[in-house]
């Protein structure tokens, strides 16, 4: 009786917020049609793909595209780079909008830091192709910025975008550049969430502006960063495509071609589809697998977690 009239309870909730569900509506078919629908897809990893015959007509070959995968000369090289490539952004590029949001949360003038927010976000909304554009015009031996700078300085011109050992970096930096001041808007509004009552009982107890983050602000958005960091750790194996591919030239393959620009030219340049999705579903199981262990280390060492 008393699970029936729960039940009864939570759908007569549902009804009465028909309308907020409504409005999820749209999202959910998103999901549905573009990341659900396509998994129908992943056979094709275990098939020996024509796109005449379709997916079923093509001839089964069970796990003979990941023998491929793992005894083939390019693959653990590319698979080596992306790690590198991915580490260095977590590593690197993750503490950037936390700093940048605690130093923004304590500007006390508006207009400025509405300022520096704009400039900030700004690069997120352009296109990697545009992008990509500007970072070579910068790094140009030629004409770049940063070169001038070396030359005014006595030192001699670099071509960063041809050098191995300066390609990394810059994949690196440029992504920071990007995406920096959109992912801070996520811990400012954790921090709008912090009771201001304990900034006011800190005041009165005459706590500095760093004791204040130390032991308010950081402690407050711990959760959030918690939560990022999962989804980025999920994310090491996702090397952002359009970012590699636009930056890519011949002479620094070896350190930067990664698992997404080696799947395009495998599975659409080769046209060897079964391969290519044979690497795909290699790619997302691993980040399956690095989403639930990190997930469960977090829950165990902060008790924050997804689930």
Known sequence: MGSSSKRRSVWQ???KCKYLFLLLAPIILYFIIFHYVPMYGVIIAFKDFYPARGILGSEWVGFENFKKLFSGLYFLPVLRNTLIISFAKLIVGFPMPIILCLILNEVRCRWFQKGVQTITYLPHFIGWVVLAGIVQQVLSPSTGFVNYLIQLFGGEPVFFMGSKAWFRPVVVLSSIWRNCGWQSIIYMAAIMGI???????????????????????FPGIIPTIVIMLIFAVGGVMNDDFDQIYNLLNAQVMSVGDVIGTYTYRVGLQQMNYGYATAVGLFKNVVALVLVSATNAFSKKVSGSSLW
């Open 13 to 15: 909730e549902y009804v």
């Open 195 to 217: 009771d201001s009552q304990l900034y006011e009982a800190a005041e009165l107890d005459g706590a500095s502006r760093l004791q204040k983050i130390r032991y308010i602000t």
